[in-house]
């Protein structure tokens, strides 16, 4: 018979062994995160230097509750705004920021859970206040939440009216603004989704502000307000 063996001589690695493997994961994850950040935000420092934006870092929560207006950016507690870049893009003003809220839930033993989310906001002044209007792909959600009975405002264009979902409570300015040369431009980015609450046109999506794609996500809010018709702001 050959002899017993504990299950424990079987592992080739103790469990303080395997503790201490454990802390220097996290630590190493956690350097690396922090790393990515700093470089994030030397990029994007370098980015507004070269197109002469204004950059100011730091947690912000004041500023973040000027745009609670909009939709995605009046949820959740401990909302704020990182990373400001404001200034001009192609001759519109814009600004550009991270934001951060977190949302609390309980579990079935009872311990609260807060999770962290992150945003990025690109906004650009129009000038003079306009209905609030949401333009987004069509999905899931938003065919729940027709079935809820929350209209959606349907146009000639088929393809258009199954591809995304228009709301807005003056269906007058809805049309106006998704008149036939921005419905065949959203068609050839069939990804887009803005919106316009008061003065300000946005584009809200997840995650951080990314320094390689910033140009072009701002060429899109300026081509999006581009194909405001002019009468608007006759």
């Given at each position: 018979?050959?002899?017993?063996v504990?299950?424990?001589s079987?592992?080739?690695?103790p469990l303080?062994v395997?503790?201490?493997l454990?802390i220097?994961?996290?630590?190493a994850?956690v350097?690396l995160?922090?790393?990515?950040?700093?470089?994030?935000r030397?990029?994007l420092?370098?980015?507004?230097?070269?197109?002469?934006?204004?950059?100011?870092?730091g947690?912000?929560?004041?500023?973040?509750?000027r745009?609670e207006?909009?939709?995605?950016?009046n949820?959740?507690?401990?909302?704020?705004?990182?990373?400001i870049l404001t200034g001009?893009w192609r001759?519109q003003?814009?600004?550009?920021?991270?934001?951060?809220?977190?949302?609390t839930?309980?579990?079935?033993?009872?311990?609260r859970q807060?999770?962290?989310?992150h945003?990025?906001v690109?906004?650009?002044n129009?000038?003079?206040?306009?209905p609030?209007?949401q333009v987004s792909?069509?999905?899931l959600l938003?065919?729940i939440a027709?079935?809820?009975g929350?209209?959606?405002?349907?146009?000639?264009s088929h393809?258009f009216s199954?591809r995304?979902c228009?709301?807005?409570?003056?269906?007058r300015?809805?049309?106006?603004?998704?008149?036939?040369l921005?419905i065949?431009?959203?068609?050839?980015r069939?990804?887009t989704?803005?919106?316009?609450s008061n003065d300000?046109?946005?584009i809200?999506s997840?995650?951080?502000?990314?320094?390689?794609?910033l140009?072009?996500e701002?060429d899109l809010?300026?081509?999006?307000?581009?194909?405001?018709?002019?009468?608007?702001?006759?």
């Open positions: 018979m050959l002899p017993s504990a299950p424990e079987l592992n080739p690695f303080p395997l503790f201490a454990g220097l994961a996290v630590a994850i350097f995160a922090r790393h990515a950040e700093k470089a994030r030397a990029a420092a370098a980015f507004a230097e070269s197109h002469q934006l204004t950059l100011l870092p947690r912000n929560p004041e500023f973040a509750r745009f207006s909009l939709r995605g950016l949820t959740g507690d401990n909302r704020s705004a990182d990373n001009s001759g003003p814009v600004t550009a920021f991270d934001f951060r809220y977190e949302t839930s309980t579990d079935e033993k009872g311990n807060t999770e962290r989310h945003l990025h690109l906004t650009l129009l000038g003079r206040a306009f609030a209007l792909p069509e999905g938003s065919k027709q079935a809820a929350y209209d959606d405002i349907d146009f000639e393809e199954r995304f228009v709301r807005s409570a003056k269906k300015f809805a049309y106006d603004v998704c008149h036939a921005m065949e431009f959203l068609l050839s069939p990804d989704a803005f919106q316009v300000l046109l946005a809200v997840p995650g951080v502000l990314a320094p390689d794609r140009a072009a701002l809010l300026v081509d999006l307000r581009e194909r405001f018709p002019n009468y608007l702001f006759a």
